[in-house]
């Protein structure tokens, strides 16, 4: 479990409100004693007030270690706890982002093969144009024609099939934002320890990851990709064999 | 013969609706998600063809709930997803579906998929 979770922001918040009433009562005690203190004493005329005004300071200032040391404990408390923040955020953010990275790249990767299979597509379809062309009007290649017809529309019904890759892609850019909304989060949650009041609003900018990448209605798959779909159907046909034996 | 096919992408809706056609099954009804196809489906419907991950419902969703219907506990459910883990094809059969085909596919393994559906018994 991270530091960063709401149970740990809500503890540290309250340290955080605690060292602040703390110091605000030692603002106070120092507020009276400075009040207290005489305006410019006369080393020869002290008056009655004056000795009891200083009595007062005195005991006052007896307090006053108990009340730094408490400050000093609540605000050590708080800053351990931000450490543990600091540490736990750094730690998930750079996860989320190398994750974001490679769906990324993924993309990238993905638009390029997809795009060398249409122009493939396309040229082997132009080459069968040019000879359906080439032996137009030949009546011994009737046979042949027939035979390039059918080839011509089996290109253009696989080009078809490799705009497949949009899907793919939106479903890796999903992820990767899905990725970066948990960082946003994460940040918004450190963020909110330093201003409590905001922590009480308190919604990252744009909201949970659960329209995008959350477990419910998630709409990308993980490991959606473009490449290698051979070798995955393989390993559904593999286990389709093994989980229901064919009888 | 009427296929239901649901992709919450209009592209992959419409590659497997060409790719039906193609394969001679002119007749396809079209879904957004799980719970417009639970919504679309009748007895006129003869394959059901679902994406995995859509908003709403799920296709393992939409799998158990057709299972859970008089109407749906015999019809052929072919799953179309980009998720190939082991345990996820697991799940899918168990929520119901019937065969699995791995995105990207070709129209040749969109075929063989739906020709073996329609010739074997529904073991659901």
Known sequence: ?247 | MKFLVADDSATMRRIVVNSLNRLGYPDCVEAVDGRDALDKFDASIRMVITDWNMPNMSGTDLARALRARADGRQVPILMVTARSVREDIMAALEAGVSNYIVKPFTPQVLKEKIDALLEAPVAS
Do not use: W
């Open chain 1, 1 to 247: 479990m991270d530091g960063t979770g709401p149970a740990s922001g809500n503890r540290t918040a309250e340290l955080l409100y605690d060292s602040e009433a703390t110091l605000r009562l030692v603002g106070r005690e120092l507020e009276a004693l400075r009040d207290l203190a005489p305006a410019a004493p006369q080393e020869d005329a002290l008056t009655a007030a004056q000795l009891a005004a200083e009595a007062e300071v005195g005991s006052a200032l007896e307090g006053l270690p108990h009340l730094l040391q408490r400050a000093s404990l609540e605000i050590g408390s708080a800053l351990r706890s931000l450490r543990e923040c600091r540490q736990a955020l750094k730690h998930s953010a750079l996860d989320q982002l190398q994750v974001t990275h490679a769906k990324l790249r993924e993309v990238t990767s993905a638009t390029e093969v997809a795009t060398i299979d249409i122009m493939d597509g396309l040229d082997r379809a132009q080459q069968l144009v040019d000879e359906l062309e080439a032996t137009d009007g030949d009546p011994a290649a009737a046979e042949r024609r027939g035979v390039l017809r059918t080839e011509l529309r089996n290109e253009m019904f696989a080009v078809t099939g490799f705009l497949q890759f949009q899907d793919l892609t939106t479903q890796q850019l999903e992820h990767a934002a899905s990725a970066l909304l948990e960082v946003e989060e994460r940040l918004a949650q450190l963020a909110s320890l330093f201003d409590p009041r905001q922590a009480m609003l308190g919604e990252p900018a744009s909201g949970s990851v659960d329209g995008a990448g959350g477990a419910a209605g998630q709409t990308f798959a993980p490991d959606a990709a473009y490449g290698s779909a051979t070798a995955r159907q393989d390993v559904v046909e593999s286990v389709l064999r093994t989980a229901r034996p064919k009888g």
